[in-house]
């Protein structure tokens, strides 16, 4: 049972154009969401995160929104680069899930910027 | 800035060996993760520490196990390798906490023959 969907496996844009990319949850108990960016042969690296007491965040050429009523977040980069050519994942945390911060992420979407 | 450091990047080894991933942080965080990523799966959770000698079982636990004697040390122990265990296996920190992200090691690709 996925509860955290990326149902793109990949996206492909235009250097200096907008990317989106998205993601749906199951879980209404989540409460904290998060995206991470990762090169191959590389860890994540955490990128942005949002509670589940706002709808944006922004972060520089990086913003997410959370739509709580439909259970979907999304990551915007504007002006998007070669550089930002990654997997994403988005990630979500349990308000039950205790202090530790446990995740549950998504599948991962692969964005291609080209130049 | 948080450094997280597992001992390979990359490691072959045979199965039925007993195989040892190695993690170290240097922030001081109570806990630690180890996770696989599989190609069309994502990063699954296998186990999770939050203070010494304390572990929990992720979402995927069999055929692993973990040891934390140590605060900024938290190993993972593949018992007797298999051909399904061949993946990338990530390690991650973060402080307790709310609204506290988890911060990754550059991973191990474990290939197993």
């Known amino acids: 049972d996925q509860q955290v969907k990326q149902n793109s496996p990949s996206l492909s844009v235009q250097e200096g154009r907008i990317s989106i990319l998205n993601c749906d949850y199951t879980?209404?108990?989540?409460?904290?969401f998060l995206w991470y960016k990762k090169y191959p042969a590389e860890g994540p690296t955490f990128l942005i995160s949002i509670s589940s007491i706002k709808d944006k965040n922004e972060d520089g050429r990086f913003t997410v929104f959370l739509n709580k009523s439909a259970k979907h977040l999304s990551l915007h980069i504007v002006p998007s680069q070669p550089g930002d050519s990654a997997v994403y994942f988005c990630?979500?945390?349990?308000?039950?899930?205790?202090?530790?911060?446990?995740?549950?992420f998504g599948t991962g979407t692969l964005l291609a910027v080209q130049p | 800035d948080v450094k997280v450091t597992q001992s390979s990047r990359y490691l072959v080894k045979r199965t039925g060996e007993k195989v040892f991933l190695e993690c170290v942080q240097d922030?001081?965080?109570?806990?630690m993760f180890w996770y696989r990523q599989d190609p069309g799966l994502g990063l699954r959770l296998i186990y999770f520490s939050y203070d010494v000698k304390m572990k929990e079982k992720g979402d995927i636990p069999e055929g692993y196990s973990v040891s934390r004697e140590k605060k900024e040390r938290f190993s993972l122990i593949l018992e007797s390798a298999s051909t399904n265990q061949t993946s990338m296996y990530l390690c991650?920190?973060?402080?307790?906490?709310?609204?506290?992200?988890?911060?990754f090691g550059d991973g191990t690709r474990l290939s197993i023959l």
């Open positions: 991650a920190t973060g402080p307790t906490g709310n609204n506290q992200p988890q911060h």
């Open positions: 990630a979500a945390r349990r308000s039950d899930g205790g202090a530790t911060n446990k995740l549950i």
């Open positions: 879980n209404s108990m989540f409460d904290y």
């Open positions: 922030m001081d965080h109570e806990n």
